[in-house]
């Protein structure tokens, strides 16, 4: 069974980072892609960050040059660096996982199939 655990939320002024870790753990199965999602109160959950099992990342246009994907693959956590925190970054973020190649870029949230359970992020002007 896939599991996992974010951590690493908060609450933080504008101009602020906070860096998100996903701690995975993944038994057998061998994920082709990870990613981070958010989801703000009455819009959809969106895809902001990819990382493939090659090296491969992609970002949504609204957090590129901000945020920044990465892995450690000793620990197996996934981590998301955020810096230049606004407002309109506040959401639940979540950690993603996909046992299937994907389509290149920031896929819909249905392609994933391994969810953390959230964690929460809020930014203050």
């Known amino acids: 069974e896939v599991q996992m655990v974010e951590s690493g939320g908060g609450s933080v002024q504008a101009g602020g980072s906070l860096r998100l870790s996903c701690a995975m753990s993944?038994?057998?199965?061998?994920?082709?892609?990870m990613g981070w999602f958010r989801r703000s109160p009455g819009k959809e959950r969106e895809g902001v960050a990819r990382?493939?099992?090659?090296?491969?990342?992609a970002y949504a246009d609204s957090v590129k040059g901000r945020f920044t994907i990465s892995k450690d693959n000793d620990k197996n956590i996934l981590y998301l660096q955020m810096n230049g925190l606004q407002p309109g970054d506040s959401a639940m973020y979540y950690c993603?996982?996909?046992?299937?190649?994907?389509?290149?870029?920031?896929?819909?949230?249905?392609?994933?199939?391994?969810w953390g359970q959230g964690i929460q992020v809020t930014v203050s002007a």
């Open positions: 993944t038994g057998p199965v061998k994920l082709y892609a």
């Open positions: 990382l493939d099992s090659d090296g491969v990342t």
């Open positions: 993603a996982g996909a046992h299937n190649p994907l389509l290149p870029g920031i896929v819909d949230d249905l392609w994933y199939h391994h």
